[in-house]
């Protein structure tokens, strides 16, 4: 059974630094997303990775995937304060078929 | 607001009770999900669903929960005589169909059990 594992689950940054969000996950998984939630709302759609190498950038983030490693990671450049929010990693083999298995989540907080 | 729209946003209920927790998925959707968040942990899947089937159940627990899609109207959660342990945000997501585009989510149901 496909278990994801994110860490640290906990990240307090000053603005502007840069720091990764690791999410290994235990066997195959053919697809792999980030979302984003803020407190009390909905999970908001970062990045979608399909294969092995893949590579997406959005902003601030930056989200790459090594099957091989079963490693995805989220890239966070010069943090500023409206990136403070819980980001989850999901993913699931084809034979899962839609149903996703998320990470615990990781708490970013960037303070000024 | 063409987005996956769930209500209540929040529901009180005393154990015992039933919960009704009603999802319409976004326009041109037909695949609903379901999954629970406790609090500080990820989301668990529940239940997945299309038009009048129930296509993978494998994470709903085995009594007083159950869901359904119908041909009309939105995707129904019921959990029957609730305990505290159901305190949960229960969240829908919906997508057009089975491919990789990722799922869209609803602003979740936050279920209290006094």
């Known amino acids: 059974e496909l278990k994801v594992e994110q860490n640290p689950l906990f990240l307090s940054m000053q603005e502007g630094k840069n720091y990764t969000i690791y999410c290994n996950y235990s066997?195959?998984?053919?697809?792999l997303y980030w979302y984003r939630q803020d407190p009390g709302k909905s999970l908001e759609s970062l990045f979608v990775l399909l294969s092995n190498g893949a590579v997406k950038q959005e902003g601030r983030l930056m989200a790459s995937l090594d099957t091989k490693a079963r490693l995805s990671t989220l890239h966070i450049t010069a943090a500023v304060h409206d990136l403070s929010a819980t980001y989850f990693c999901a993913g699931g083999p084809m034979e899962y078929g839609n149903k996703l298995v998320f990470g615990a989540g990781t708490i970013l907080r960037v303070k000024s | 607001n063409a987005g996956v729209m769930q209500n209540p946003r929040h529901l009180v209920r005393r154990r015992g009770q039933e919960a009704r927790l009603r999802c319409s998925p976004m326009k041109g959707h037909s695949h609903v999900y379901w999954y629970r968040q406790l609090p500080e942990e990820g989301l668990k899947f529940m239940v997945y669903l299309q038009k009048e089937n129930i296509i993978d159940e494998s994470g709903m627990p085995k009594e007083r929960f159950s869901a359904e899609f119908p041909k009309e109207g939105p995707s129904i959660l019921r959990i029957q005589q609730v305990v505290r342990g159901d305190s949960a945000a229960y969240f829908c997501a919906s997508s057009q169909d089975e491919s990789n585009q990722p799922q869209h989510f609803g602003d979740g149901t936050r279920l209290s059990i006094l």
């Open positions: 066997t195959t998984s053919d697809r």
